[in-house]
């Protein structure tokens, strides 16, 4: 497998770290309700197929999105978090 | 037909004309009592120890594929009860015990072989620990001895003692674990829960799950509808799939493990070695052939195959322990599907569904609990209570906080274990 980094181009898995589902930066207000605090930690649609993640690319230390099927292991697309956010 | 010794001579005498199925391929009926979705491991022992242990015969398996196909079939085949957290330890502390009985209680060999296992320490920390370890073991009834360097000697003479980075200060011995035939724990159930009448239906994947005024009542599949008072959801490697037919979030997320078997070997490698410092864990198979493995691949995965950079680190850390299986060649590698939970220990419980029960997140240590966790869920299923060596497997701690048992003290959080 290999992911492409938005700044540094197409690179070896080994460079970069998963660092879960791209839900984290939808982190809930503090004083939303537990049951949205528990979606966000725990609960998860873990779909086989298309997910959208974190991933940490240690070289140039960008935290990015990748839009990556589960099954297969093919990257769509992959996205800044400024990108990511919009 | 029961199996023995001297009806292996005799049908060896008759040209082997006397065997018959070991199973019948039934048409699902229109309704059951009891409906398991997942023809697994887990899900075939819970259909056995429902029929044995509670008396409830009219149960169907619903399994999409063949069973046995999935993580039952893919795992190193490892069975131990050398947990430390309560919770975790009396449960699988019973499963060992379900396990030193288990050929005599299904008439069928699942090849279960108490080599004893090592877990090598390599720091005086690390040794501490696993002396705290073993303690918890012993309280539990389990056993577990503390070996020196000498010890592990004596045992393991083929080690890299002196490695500069890892060197081997002593191991944590268990005696009674080691390990079973993956395939013949999957069909030996399969048989005993046949024989006392569960319908076992291959070919038939559950489409939907039928809800009712928060009541389940049945399920839709490949094959048709059928009805059922209870429905288990016990599908370790898709849970989130068939949970989300019952509109649940799980907190659930798939990783895949790799592991790698080399050509046949004579015996050489005797128990059952984990190096935790290298995440590598290796045994020799009743066929000569090297099992081994190490961790996750550490990123969401439902493909059954791994990557290389795995696999690399796998190979490292075994020549990195015992070099001389560096001119072993390799024969094959493979991958699972772990549920990973986010503290890394397993689901058996109720839903807010009435009559629907779940057991999932077994991350990678599902093999050793199959025994175990039949017997709880069936006990669950049956009584409506969790049974008392499951009881700490709810799933609810992760909403509440109460009740987290974080085997590893890396954080109860996704992606940590």
Redesign the interface.
Known sequence: ?RLTCPYCGER???EF?????ALALLRPNEDAD??DW??Y????????GV?R?LWYHGCCGTWFVAERD????VTKRTLTLAEARE | MRYSGLRVVWEGLRGQTGWSPVWRDPDPKPEYDVLIIGGGGHGLSTAYYLAKNHGITNVAVLEKGYLGGGNVGRNTTIVRANYFLPGNSEFYSHSLKLWEGLEADLNYNVMHSQRGLINLFHSDGQRDAFARRGNAMINQGDDAIVLDREGVRRYLPYLDFDNPRFPVYGGLYHPRGGTARHDAVAWGYARGADQRGVDLIQQCEVTGIDIEGGRVTGVQTARGAIKAKKVAMIVAG?S??VA?MAGM??????HVLQAFVTEGLKPCIDHVVSFGMGHFYISQSDKGGLVFGGDID??????QRG???MKEHVMEAGMALMPMIGQARVLRSWGGIMDMS?DGSPIIDRTHIDGLFLNCGWCYGGFKAVPGSGYATAHLIATGDPHESAAGFRLDR??TGVGLMDEEGTGA???LH
Do not use: W
Request: charged fraction near 20%; hydrophobic fraction near 25%.
């Open positions: 497998m070896d898995l080994r770290t998963y660092k879960g589902d537990p049951s528990t979606d930690l725990h609960n998860r649609d873990n779909p086989a997910t993640e589960t099954v297969t292991h | 898709r989130s799939q989300a979030r799980l907190p659930i997320e798939s550490f990123y969401a995965s439902y493909a990557n290389l950079p986010p992760f909403a959080q996704h992606n």
